[in-house]
């Protein structure tokens, strides 16, 4: 399971974001925190889940697990994201169709992928912010 969350500081802003990455086989740790620079809340939960993607790669690698096994299941509160994501929305935005693409890019090969919107309270109960 992959716990995602990003914002910013105004709209654009100071961006930041935080994620978890809980399984059997790749274990748990605290949340990983990020800091992007600037960006929008949006632009933020999208590198957030993209650090939280590259992250699960490098730890599915390490313990030898074919990522064709793996089932997964990404959270979030972003109803922006999910909604892409998952192919319910569409990408407008070029700076969302982008980021949104790379994302994507790193879901190539991984078995099941399911996209689960969740609470903001539930977000914050886990990574703090």
Request: aromatic share 6%; hydrophobic share 35%; glycine share 12%.
């Given at each position: 399971?992959?716990?995602?969350?990003?914002?910013?500081?105004?709209?654009?802003?100071p961006?930041?974001?935080?994620?978890?990455i809980?399984?059997?086989?790749?274990?748990?740790?605290?949340?990983?925190?990020?800091?992007?620079?600037?960006?929008?809340?949006?632009?933020?939960?999208?590198?957030?889940?993209i650090?939280?993607?590259?992250?699960?790669?490098?730890?599915?690698?390490?313990?030898?697990?074919?990522?064709?096994?793996?089932?997964?299941?990404?959270?979030g509160?972003?109803?922006?994201?999910?909604?892409?994501?998952?192919g319910?929305?569409?990408?407008?935005?070029?700076?969302?169709?982008?980021?949104?693409?790379?994302?994507?890019?790193?879901?190539?090969?991984?078995?099941?992928?399911?996209?689960?919107?969740q609470?903001?309270?539930?977000?914050?109960?886990?990574?703090?912010?």
């Amino acid at each position: 399971m992959i716990l995602f969350d990003g914002g910013s500081r105004g709209n654009p802003g100071p961006a930041y974001g935080s994620f978890l990455i809980e399984g059997e086989e790749v274990g748990t740790r605290r949340p990983v925190r990020l800091t992007f620079g600037r960006g929008t809340n949006n632009e933020a939960e999208y590198r957030a889940l993209i650090g939280a993607l590259e992250e699960l790669r490098e730890r599915l690698r390490a313990a030898g697990i074919p990522p064709e096994k793996v089932k997964l299941e990404i959270r979030g509160d972003s109803t922006l994201v999910i909604n892409q994501m998952s192919g319910r929305w569409r990408a407008r935005n070029p700076r969302m169709r982008k980021l949104r693409d790379q994302a994507r890019k790193m879901l190539e090969g991984l078995g099941t992928v399911r996209f689960v919107q969740q609470a903001r309270r539930h977000s914050v109960e886990a990574l703090g912010h």
